[in-house]
């Protein structure tokens, strides 16, 4: 995000001299740019401008050569001698550059550079090295390390070189004292990537007189409308987009300047270069500075090229298949028939040489030099959805790709290029062009029709029609009308965003103040069903009951790969060609979406115990994603249009099923009473009990079906898992994981889990309310009945006989102990439940009961179930 330099930001727009940057950020927070960082300096201590008296050249054993320097730093810095007089101080310098006669700059003892680098006087080389001579990776100001910085090279005038004195502050000097501010800015408003746009900002906020730039530059350029037939342009330039994307062409405006004489040996000035390096850019040369400089002042960016390896004309069109680039980062790029570039026709071949990614980086070829003279500036406007695209597509994200991707003014190109000729004519002596070439298919804005009216409306805001027109003429509207409260306005050429008349009640809620807008709670007209749908409840009401039950709810990412296929114990060929596919994921270890949330869940489960946490118990609802085959492709639908209805259902067709599935997983100890109690370690039971109790709460009658051993699916274990049944339904899965899985996944032996199909169960499900029954008043009678039954007999069953046999009377229905050993035989086992009778209309009496137990007993026989004495 753009840095914000106050010193810069005084070109264009009054501030007070006493201005800091927290005020500043409290002042452009109130129009929307917001305050992402202040940026404080993280160089402390005394850092000095240092005169090399002399420096001694020591060749090394291992090759190297350093230079034992005495350095002046000034009478307040200098060592003091054995006969307490003021002496240069001993610097041990292995830089190439380092000279008897420069001026440096130097860090004493006591300084502390980025990275918390402290300086001390310390030995090294057999000398005593009391400070250091500084290069500006050290200092933080850029990347070269090659050197220290000689400050006569540093782009200061000969006047100013002369005034540095030994001692001057260098911190001062090179700003390192000076704090930044960083801003957020939204994608919306890229006209505030350049201090004319900040500082337009800046006015709106606090009325600081603000004068734009570009309206001077404009009178300084040359006319190119109206010229003589046949005058010659600084170069031929031809646009030929024959495959623009939406319709929308690559290049609207391409504007080309020449300067010629340009002094080659002209270094940036310091001014430039600070601002520059505060920006977060390297200062490269003189015309790249300058053109980087123009882009950060007005927000136009621009290309420099070496006028004299060019060969007209310059042909701007779309990569062809199979071409390449190697850009100026020295990295090649295999090119894609979407990217536009710019080239030129050396030996006669149009268009032949690419020079450029537009609006992304350039090139090598072409690109100035130490030896450049002639310079051709490239100002153009490029399509945001072409240079977005190349950017992320190479990965190779610029100022410039920044800068073109949120909307770069349509009108901007002249003025950009008459102020890069202006700086280079005046740093380094060139001589411009009259003739500039400027090849002009923008159109024109078209008006918007606006009520003031829309601003209350819209907004809740009451704004006077004056004040309405006054805002929108002062961020740069054409407005027009007025009288009866209708306007036609035009948006200004750098600001893409205004389009629509909600765009327009957005700048006066933004201008007038988004906390002036009233706080009310818009009526909402209700028709027809309101409230949750019966899924959404539904799924309420199963989150609920996993809570209550001591189960966290978790959100995983749904994306899967090989490895987990594996640990569940899935076969890959079989699993991969019906899972959907992601064609750009996020990570490339996890190409496909899942088709069982379990796989998900447990990479949750995975890190939890790594971090510590034994007793886990995890659940999380989320959506499957089943693909098929066999469905038909899913078409290409019209970019900016609503797509027809059969379009729609064709899009649906080609969908994968996405139900909505509920799992969870439960490791560790299921009961732990403390010090003195009993600890019970997780089983298949906790994973039933949680079922069970989403039955519960949904009113469904839940079953389990346990299948034969080797019919089990291979991430269960075969004796203690069992498929869930609503209403003859299969819905999901419940038991024990595969001890394999358990080993694949580091989980503890016995962990449990569930799945359920949310929509198959849902589906089962009446969702008419619930026709509650009267409360009797009458005594409960209570009654515990223990069957010796084969095992092949399920509780389930048994229960389900005892239900019937019961009646009307029966209240509640409760297993509660499950009892296998010899007395019983192999074959048998003894189950226990607990049984609640009541009457609606009396007291039972020890015959009623007698009978329903009589009943129950001559039902549990014909199950081959005995009543235990």
């Known amino acids: 995000m753009p840095m914000v330099d106050i010193d810069w930001l005084k070109d264009h727009v009054e501030v007070p001299e006493d201005l800091t940057y927290e005020q500043l950020a409290k002042d452009l927070v109130k129009v929307g740019l917001e305050e992402e960082e202040i940026h404080a300096s993280q160089v402390t201590g005394s850092i000095v401008v240092g005169y090399v008296v002399d420096a001694t050249p020591e060749p090394q054993k291992n090759g190297k050569i350093i230079n034992w320097c005495h350095v002046d730093v000034g009478e307040q810095y200098n060592a003091v001698d054995e006969d307490g007089n003021k002496v240069p101080r001993g610097i041990i310098c292995g830089a190439p550059n380092m000279a008897a006669g420069e001026k440096v700059v130097v860090t004493l003892p006591g300084a502390v550079l980025p990275g918390d680098f402290k300086i001390e006087p310390r030995k090294t080389y057999g000398h005593i090295s009391d400070g250091m001579c500084a290069s500006e990776r050290e200092l933080g100001l850029g990347d070269s390390h090659d050197g220290i910085i000689l400050l006569r090279e540093y782009g200061f005038s000969e ?19 000076q704090p930044l501010l960083e801003i957020n800015i939204t994608p919306d408003r890229g006209y505030a990537f350049s201090y004319r746009g900040v500082a337009r900002e800046y006015h709106h906020s606090t009325g600081a007189a603000y004068t734009d730039p570009v309206i001077a530059l404009n009178e300084q350029t040359p006319v190119v409308t109206g010229l003589e037939p046949g005058t010659p342009t600084d170069i031929e330039v031809s646009i030929e987009d024959n495959a623009p994307i939406h319709g929308v062409p690559g290049c609207d405006r391409y504007y080309a300047r020449v300067i010629r004489g340009v002094d080659a040996s002209a270094h940036t000035p310091n001014a430039m270069r600070r601002r520059l390096t505060r920006a977060g850019m390297r200062s490269l040369s003189l015309a790249v500075d300058v053109t980087n400089y123009v882009m950060l002042d007005l927000g136009q960016p621009m290309h420099a090229f070496d006028l004299d390896k060019l060969e007209g004309p310059i042909v701007v069109r779309r990569a062809n298949e199979g071409e390449t680039l190697t850009t100026l980062d020295g990295k090649d790029h295999k090119l894609d028939p979407e990217d536009l570039v710019i080239t030129d026709s050396p030996n006669g071949e149009h268009g032949s040489r690419i020079l450029a990614i537009a609006g992304v980086m350039g090139g090598l070829y072409g690109e100035v030099t130490e030896e450049t003279t002639n310079i051709l500036l490239e100002s153009a406007h490029f399509d945001q959805v072409t240079v977005a695209r190349s950017a992320r597509r190479h990965k190779i994200p610029s100022e410039a790709s920044r800068r073109f991707e949120r909307g770069v003014d349509t009108q901007l190109q002249p003025a950009a290029a008459q102020m890069a000729v202006n700086l280079l004519e005046q740093l380094a002596g060139g001589t411009p062009s009259e003739h500039p070439t400027d090849i002009n298919m923008t159109s024109r804005r078209l008006p918007i029709h606006f009520k003031a009216n829309e601003v209350s409306r819209v907004a809740g805001l009451d704004v006077d029609v004056n004040t309405v027109s006054n805002i929108l003429s002062d961020i740069g509207c054409t407005v027009a009308g007025g009288g009866n409260g209708e306007f036609s306005i035009t948006a200004p050429t750098w600001r893409p965003d205004l389009n629509e008349p909600c765009d327009l009640v957005e700048e006066i809620a933004r201008l007038v103040g988004y906390d002036e807008i009233p706080v009310t709670v818009p009526p909402a007209p209700v028709h027809g069903h309101v409230g949750l749908t019966p899924e959404q409840a539904y799924r309420r009401r199963v989150a609920q009951e996993l809570a209550e039950f001591g189960m966290d709810e978790t959100l995983s990412y749904p994306f899967v790969g090989d490895e987990d296929f594996k640990a569940f114990g899935y076969d890959k060929d079989e699993v991969a060609p019906i899972s959907v596919e992601v064609a750009n994921p996020l990570a490339g270890d996890r190409p496909y979406l899942r088709r069982s949330i379990l796989l998900t869940l447990a990479q949750t489960v995975q890190r939890n115990l790594r971090r510590g946490v034994e007793n886990v118990s995890l659940y999380e609802l989320g959506h499957v994603y089943l693909w098929d085959p066999q469905a038909p492709a899913i078409p290409a639908l019209p970019g900016g249009v609503r797509p027809t209805d059969e379009q729609l259902k064709a899009l649906d067709a080609g969908l994968p099923e996405q139900p909505m599935h509920v799992a969870g997983i439960l490791t560790g100890l299921a009961e732990q009473t403390g010090w003195l109690g009993d600890q019970r370690a997780v089983d298949w039971s906790d994973a039933v009990e949680a079922v069970n109790r989403i039955g ?13 051993s ?12 069992a498929k869930v049944l609503s209403a003859g339904v299969e819905v999901g899965m419940v038991g024990e994981l595969h001890p394999r899985v358990n080993e694949a996944l580091g989980l503890p032996e016995h962990s449990a889990a569930f799945e359920l199909n949310l929509s198959a169960l849902f589906s089962t499900l009446d969702a008419k309310p619930v026709q509650a029954k009267a409360i009797s008043t009458f005594p409960l009678v209570r009654q515990d009945l223990a069957f010796t039954a084969p095992k092949s007999l399920s509780a389930e069953a048994l229960k389900q006989a005892i239900v019937e046999a019961s009646g009307d009377m029966l209240e509640h229905i409760e297993l509660f102990d499950v009892f296998e050993g010899e007395q019983l035989g192999e074959a048998n086992r003894s189950l226990a439940f607990a049984v609640t009778f009541r009457a609606q209309d009396k007291t039972l009496d020890s015959q009623d009961t007698e ?11 014909t199950l081959g179930a005995t009543l235990r004495a």
């Open 851 to 861: 009978a329903i137990r009589a009943a129950i007993v001559q039902r549990a026989e």
């Open 159 to 177: 006047a100013e070189y002369e005034a540095l004195k030994p001692g001057d502050d260098a911190m001062h000097l090179l700003h390192l004292d």
């Open 710 to 721: 080797e019919n089990v699916p291979v991430q269960w274990h075969p004796g203690r898992a």
């Open 696 to 708: 519960e709460r949904l009113g469904a009658s839940l079953k389990l079906d346990q299948p034969q």
